[in-house]
């Protein structure tokens, strides 16, 4: 056999330092990311099989199989999945393609105790492994290659892996650790079948272990379990969202959603349905408790899979989701659609617009119920996601009217961002006839702007805005249950039947006494004012500048500048 020594990334090496040196605080994880990579080795053989039925080499039972032997210390997980051909096994598992690990890589600090909770977080899939392995060898056929282009890899982990060619008949791969001393746990049945419950019973793959016997001793010895030579399922194999509700418990849930996630907090709300009707099709949704470090990338990719009759298709599928909503994760199934859809085909078919329009719904009748049953949750939410949120009224004019409901506001009033416009309103004036907001930069400008001395002295509660995305949403809200909503800073405020007539008086007797020197002042602010006033709505403060109606606003204006227009 021909064999090649070969050095890991540098990056890589980084990470396998890392992961077998940090006192790891829960190794049991090495065992879920090996089954899921079978899982999606599995996957991957199903979808190129649409096109080339061929590769399924008369063998069509997918499966995982668990299996250790007490002597050799070795502990094996082989699939029948699309295995990887030489060139895959040296890219894919000496390099780091994924870009969740780069990222992952990015964020190390170099402090050992906080590397390995970032491990936890993120899960390292293949090389978790050598937290319990001194040695890893893959032996494996990439479906479609002749017997002869097999590949074997071998790694203890520290700079280097080992490549050559080997003869294999079945196709896929087997990944057989070399147990470290002190994870000699793992060479027991029920130990393992524990993990696997705990972590992999969703998978919709079976997952197979030996069968074991107990055999009494003989001749005075003690009796122990033995193998039969027959294999045994060991979890549910029934993918998590095809399952009956009441069969489901949380954990399988929070569970489940870990592993779609690479989250390592549990969602903050869940919802798992079958929608039947025109379209019919599975959602199992999730809230996150936090937010993604690049939420506010409105590019990045959304968090739903979706599944055609339980055969993966696609990560991702943005067509599924509205952009607003991007944070939601999740599986949709449905019969609906054909196998071979593509991105493109999925953007004009009606089914999908259907799921989307249903899915948005779910999602806002959950944040609906964490409003008004579980108000903890619903301020992490909001924290979390509520500028995302905002985005809606802009994007998705159907729920307009929903996802204001679902809007909190800090106010010249409050100092907590708690108030809903449905409050606002319910605390106006009498003769109060809009909703007044204010933006700017942040809520500490916003709440001393001098534009709101008037409302100060009047009494009149003004909501905060100091989002980024605030001026833009609030373009598309008109108006809040029949009352408009306006900008303080905006234009000649008419505070209606809220200004008295003596001030009314008061400002036009100004206008007149002090148009001596405000016609001087437009002489000399010609150029960068449009029109030079006096008012009632200042208090304490000398001058403020205010947009004309209609106009972009000053933090509009600010923003754009930032953005390059
Ligand atoms: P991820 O699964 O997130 O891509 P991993 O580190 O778990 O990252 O695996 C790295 C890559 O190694 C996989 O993307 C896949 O290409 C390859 N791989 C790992 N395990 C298997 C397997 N059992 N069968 C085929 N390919 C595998
Ligand atoms: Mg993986």
Known sequence: MQKQTLAFQAEVAQL????????????????????????????????????????YEGDAELKVRVSFDKAARTLTITDNGIGMSQQEAIEHLGTIAKSGTRDFMAKLSGDQKNDAQLIGQFGVGFYSGFIVADKITVESRRAGLPAAQGVRWVSDGTGEFEVGEIERAERGTSIILHLKDDATEYLNAWKLKGIINKYSDHISLPILMPKEEWKEGENDQPGEMVTTGEWETVNQAAALWTRSKKDITQEHYDEFYKQISYDSEAPLATTHNRVEGATEYTQLLFIPAKAPMDMFNRDKAAGVKLYVKRVFIMDDAQALMPTYLRFVKGVVDSADLPLNVSRELLQESRAVKAIREGNTRRVL?????????????????????????????????ANRERLAKLLRFASSTTDTTTVSLADYKARMKEGQDAIYYITADTLAAAKNSPQLEIFRKKGIEVLLMADRVDEWALNYLNEFDGTPLQSVAKGAVDLGKLQDEDEKKAAE???TQFKPILDK????LKDKAKDVRATTRLVDSAACLVVQDGDMSTQLARLLKQAGQ
């Open 521 to 524: 002042l437009k002489e000399v």
């Open 509 to 511: 007797e100004a206008q």
């Open 365 to 397: 009748s959950m944040i609906e119920d964490l409003a008004a049953n579980d108000a903890g949750k619903f301020k992490t939410f909001y924290a979390e996601f509520g500028a995302v949120l905002k985005e809606g009224l802009g994007e998705d004019f």
């Open 16 to 55: 396998l330092k890392l992961v077998t040196h940090s006192l790891y605080s829960n190794p049991e994880i090495f065992l879920r990311e090996l089954i899921s990579n079978a899982s999606d080795a599995c996957d991957k053989l199903r979808f190129e099989s649409l096109n080339d039925a061929g590769l």
